[in-house]
């Protein structure tokens, strides 16, 4: 990777030229390809990376009692990935993070960052990631415990509403993974899609979705 491509992403925008020419050389700095369905963090692992999305997507998951895999993050494209272990008392990833589509990433070691960190775009930047990720937390933990299955669906199904800017939307995700970022296991989704479609709430036809 060159130095004018580094430059390109947001974060590295205002780093000095031989700074990041210096990091590159020792390694500090470096792209990965990752297939889909690839593990790029596994639970328990100690983080020692800072990880900019440069393609594709990824997802932070748990397991949950019942045996279905609850979607906390999704990462895509800009996303960075770390900011929040990386200079925390426990370095160890909370979840298993893999790619739901084929990504490139950029790693970006611990004494990389601290050498970034002495300009103050890079700071603002790295700043707004772990504010994002406070945010993200926060409405996984609003979503999980303070509201109903059909409550979490009709707030995704507005959401997506809004993105796509239609009534009728497409849904971006299979119901399996609606369902692991739900945290539900898949009968009990389906269960409730059937039932907003008795209610008259929704129409639904595979991944198409209009909102009455």
Do not use: W
């Amino acid at each position: 990777m060159t130095i004018n491509e580094l430059q390109n992403i947001l974060i590295l925008s205002n780093i000095d030229s031989a700074v990041l020419n210096k990091c590159l050389t020792e390694n500090q700095v470096f792209i990965r390809h990752y297939a889909k369905g690839a593990t790029v963090h596994h639970q328990h692992d100690t983080c020692n990376v800072l990880d900019i999305v440069l393609s594709g997507s990824l997802v932070a998951y748990s397991l949950s009692e019942n045996g279905s895999a609850i979607t906390m993050f999704e990462f895509r494209k800009n996303s960075i990935i770390g900011a929040n272990l990386l200079f925390g008392d426990n370095h160890i990833y909370p979840l298993n993070i893999y790619s739901v589509a084929a990504c490139d990433l950029l790693h970006i070691t611990r004494s990389a960052v601290m050498e970034f960190l002495h300009d103050y775009h890079f700071v603002m930047q790295y700043i707004k990631s772990l504010s994002l990720n406070s945010q993200g937390m926060n409405r996984k933990l609003t979503m999980l415990t303070q509201k109903t299955l059909q409550e979490n669906i009709l707030d995704y199904f507005r959401q997506q509403s809004i993105i796509q800017k239609s009534s009728t939307i497409i849904l971006p995700i299979s119901k399996k993974e609606l369902a692991d970022y739900l945290g539900v296991q898949r009968p009990s989704l389906f269960r409730e899609l059937k039932r907003l479609k008795d209610e008259g709430i929704i129409e639904i036809h595979n991944r198409s979705v209009k909102i009455l």
